[in-house]
């Protein structure tokens, strides 16, 4: 079946403009987290889901980082004015619940110029 | 906050040699641990997980992983490495109070010469 997907695998902005990086999780999954990849880094958490509700929002660097999922599918994950320090790779995972395994797009890599 | 550590950030061995790569965490309670890859271009893959249990655990393309409690280890073996195993590896623990998201550490990345 299909995974997740995220869309676009590449964005190149400019600094100060607004961004928004789509997530589609696998069918029926109910968990849907997002992470950031820097170079050189392992993941960061970023925020986690539970249905429609960020059931956990702490790893979000500011308030120039939003997340909705309104109707507990799909995912979009929001930067406004973008700084280049922005510049990584997102991930999306999706589960079918807590504890049970993660299962992670290949990535949106955003690059602010 | 529970971390983890991967002390190697490179490694290389030869193809067909062993292969071990370290992870430490720090959790004061029995975490739960998982070890994945991700290839060029690839998302990243589940190859194991311990929440509890038997302190050995296998996983996929013949890796396994231990669990040792007095050194707060969970480091990942294979006994013979494949050139199809050049890739990064990542630990990763469970936050606290998060649905079971990830800290992952800075990965360990292999490299496979013939």
């Known amino acids: 079946g299909a995974g997740v997907s995220q869309t676009p695998s590449n964005k190149v902005t400019e600094k100060g403009k607004y961004v928004e990086l789509r997530c589609d999780p696998i069918?029926?999954?109910?968990?849907l987290y997002w992470y950031r990849q820097s170079l050189g880094q392992g993941p960061e958490f970023l925020i986690y889901?539970?249905?429609?509700?960020?059931?956990?929002d702490s790893g979000l660097p500011n308030d120039r980082f939003f997340a909705v999922r309104p109707e507990g599918s799909v995912s979009t994950l929001k930067i406004q004015r973008t700084e280049r320090g922005d510049s990584a790779v997102y991930l999306c995972?999706?589960?079918?619940?807590?504890?049970?395994?993660?299962?992670f797009g290949p990535g949106t890599r955003l690059t602010v110029t | 906050a529970q971390s983890v550590t991967q002390p190697d950030i490179h490694i290389t061995v030869s193809e067909g040699a062993s292969l071990e790569l370290r992870c430490n965490y720090s959790?004061?309670?029995?975490?739960?641990l998982f070890w994945y890859v991700q290839s060029p271009g690839q998302g990243l893959q589940l190859l194991l997980k311990?929440?509890?249990?038997?302190?050995l655990v296998q996983g996929i393309k013949g890796f396994e992983a231990e669990f040792k409690r007095s050194q707060s280890s969970f480091n990942l073996r294979k006994p013979s490495v494949h050139w199809s195993d050049a890739a990064e590896y990542f630990c990763?623990?469970?936050?606290?109070?998060?649905?079971?998201?990830?800290?992952f550490g800075k990965g360990t990345s292999l490299l496979v010469t013939p």
């Open positions: 995972a999706s589960s079918p619940g807590t504890g049970a395994e993660q299962y």
């Open positions: 069918s029926g999954h109910t968990a």
């Open positions: 889901f539970q249905g429609t509700g960020a059931a956990d």
């Open positions: 959790y004061g309670a029995t975490p739960y």
């Open positions: 311990y929440f509890s249990g038997d302190t």
């Open positions: 990763a623990v469970v936050r606290a109070y998060s649905g079971y998201a990830l800290n």
